[in-house]
């Protein structure tokens, strides 16, 4: 639905040709630049630098390193961003496979793993 | 930190009550009780810190949720938000020394602004319900609150402004540099990266490895009795590699999969405990291939499965290539940890019963 889809993955591919051995090449991160009105809140909220300041509209400048933290999309007055936002982290959806539960509803993270999942300081879900 | 109630009131919201029903509810809401706190980090705040991290008591590092005074604030101080587990309070306040300040502490069931972010605790709804809880306009003149942004995949401004009148402004992403950021309210977009330096990693060993240190203890104690010593450092060396070596060398392993990185981490753990398994002189040729073979199978599976593990803690790896990662290695890892494991006990079968 969003043409700008099509290039941020025909430029990723360029990068990364043996993507194969990067499972992080591709996001579910859509971003349509027709719509965004420029307020900059996505290059403000965005923790790994993926939107940048344009001229007429935000710059999808590195749409690899996004995690899906679903801060952009949140925070659009818009809608000009779409992503399936949860959180990355493997314990909780081998978890979820292994119950048989949906790999994709099934992450809270709760349970006590020592991560973003059972949570941390500073990283996983870290900040401040 | 001292928390003194300065004004006695009817709500009594303890730390863990839930948030929409915590004690007043909207008809005794009134005059809302205010908090003191200040900027002094004290020996107990860092032994509880210390705690935190080792994932000691996980329920206890929480600060009462609601309003706090830093400093001496007027109706113009700004106000800050924050969650309502130790760690992140404490950074916040601490960073805001000499400042006078308001801070709303949300409540996130004791959890950090990241990870509550993520879960919604820290989100929209408790937010508004706290502005208004506080009776924050009855406090401050102007319509202004800085959330660090972090909070951002939890709370939604445009919502936040229409539901409580409030402007969500959004500070750098570590406390530490708010003060350089409160000189012009603009952050540098370094203020904005969140990074992931070694010592961020290495404070995440204590709580991945006490996770994983009993199972680890009765399997080594286990293998000691069946097979040796050796066999026994093996397990408790796959083990370190995985929860402390793998989050310490993270960046340094040259690809980009985690599951990747843990093959190739596991992989050279295991070469040395090959190389002793496959050269007993005493034990025929096949044995000796049967115990390298498990040594080299079984630790890098182990590795490789702790370090995919690790996703959770890090602070870039997406939801669309974890799952990915999961599908691609994860059935490697199985096989190599069966086929690894056959042969070690039809080693450790044939040496019991004499065979060889
Ligand atoms: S989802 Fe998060 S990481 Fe991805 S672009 Fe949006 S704010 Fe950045
Ligand atoms: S938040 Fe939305 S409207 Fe604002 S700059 Fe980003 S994409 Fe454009």
Known sequence: MFKSEEV????EAKKNPSGFFDSYSET???????????????????????????NEHAELANPASCMECGACAKNCPVQA??????????????????????MDTECSCGGDAGSCCGQSEKTGCGGK | ????????????????AQAPSCGCDAAVRSPAEIRTTDSTITPANRLDHFAARWGWKRESHRVVPGLYRLGNPSTESPVFASANYTLSFDALRSALAGFDAWILVLDTKGINVWCAAGKGTFGTDELVL??????????????????????????????????????MEFGPVRARDLSEYLKTHKATPAMRRVEFPLWDRLILIPVEFVHVAFPMVIVAAVLWVLAGPVAALAVVSAVLAGT???PALLLFIPTQDFSTK???????????????FGTNPLLPGWANAAGAATALLVIPAVVAYSALNFTGATTFTSRTGVKKEIFRYVPLMAVMAVVGSVAGITLGVSRLLGVI
């Open chain 1, 8 to 11: 941020h993955q025909n430029l």
């Open chain 1, 28 to 54: 579910s991160l859509k971003y349509d630049p027709d719509r965004c009105i420029n307020c900059k809140r996505c290059t403000q909220v965005c923790p790994h630098a993926v939107f940048a300041e344009g």
């Open chain 1, 81 to 102: 961003i779409e992503v399936q936002s949860g959180v990355g982290c493997a314990w909780a959806m081998i978890g979820a496979a292994l119950r048989g539960k949906d």
């Open chain 2, 1 to 16: 930190m001292e928390t003194k109630d300065t004004a006695a009131s009817a709500c009594s919201c303890s730390a863990s």
């Open chain 2, 130 to 167: 706290r502005i208004q809880s506080s009776g924050l306009e009855n406090i401050v003149s102007h319509r202004k609150i800085i959330v660090p942004q972090l909070g951002a995949p939890g709370i939604s401004w445009p919502e936040v402004l229409r539901r409580s009148k409030f402007l």
């Open chain 2, 244 to 246: 402390a070596l793998f």
């Open chain 2, 262 to 276: 843990g093959l190739i981490l596991g992989g050279v753990v295991a070469i040395p405990f090959a190389v002793v």
